[in-house]
């Protein structure tokens, strides 16, 4: 069965993405772009400190527009500490190839995100889409929602602000465990 691949796809070999990681302890930022950014499975990170990113803190999620392409399956994030994102803190999410569109469901599998700290970051800080069997708990917010100081206006948009910008939490096609 040969099915072409719609305009825009990416392929990558699933034995090249970083299967199998850990990312434990470190201390991230400042940094003018995304502090953890991954794009594979059977991962673990826990208990970071991502501090004055101007994306993402933490991102698992596929961008096209850089041509990255890998959803991640069977993953942690727990423990961590981010302060002052300048974007979502705690990202898990896809969209489609126009960069617009949220995947359905099962882009990503198995999703643990728990006992986390957001402080002083741009609403929402967490934003999880496209995720089939999503565990979600113990997450804290904390400080002042910087949206209006930190926001770049081209992220405006994105995660339901225009709808409700002061949400803590944003999830499209997400199915919970």
Not at 129 to 153: A, K
Request: one cysteine or more; hydrophobic letters at 35%.
């Amino acid at each position: 069965n040969t099915n072409p691949l719609p305009m825009g796809s990416l392929i990558a070999s699933a034995n090249r993405v970083g299967n199998g990681f850990r990312i434990r302890n470190c201390v991230i930022g400042p940094t003018r772009s995304r502090g953890i950014s991954v794009k594979a499975s059977d991962g673990i990170i826990s208990g970071n400190k991502v501090r004055d990113t101007w994306g993402q803190g933490i991102m698992l999620a596929p961008v096209y527009g850089w041509l990255e392409s890998g959803s991640g399956s069977h993953l942690l994030i727990e423990r961590n500490v981010v302060e002052r994102s300048r974007d979502v803190a705690i990202g898990v999410y896809s969209f489609g190839g126009d960069g617009v569109t949220v995947a359905p469901a099962g882009a990503h599998v198995d999703v643990t995100v728990t006992d986390n700290t957001i402080e002083d970051s741009s609403m929402p800080a967490i934003a999880v889409t496209s995720t089939m069997g999503l565990s979600m708990s113990r997450n804290r917010v904390e400080g002042e929602d910087r949206s209006g100081e930190y926001l770049l206006p081209h992220h405006a948009s994105k995660f339901g602000r225009a709808e409700d910008p002061a949400r803590q939490i944003y999830m499209k096609n997400v199915v919970m465990n």
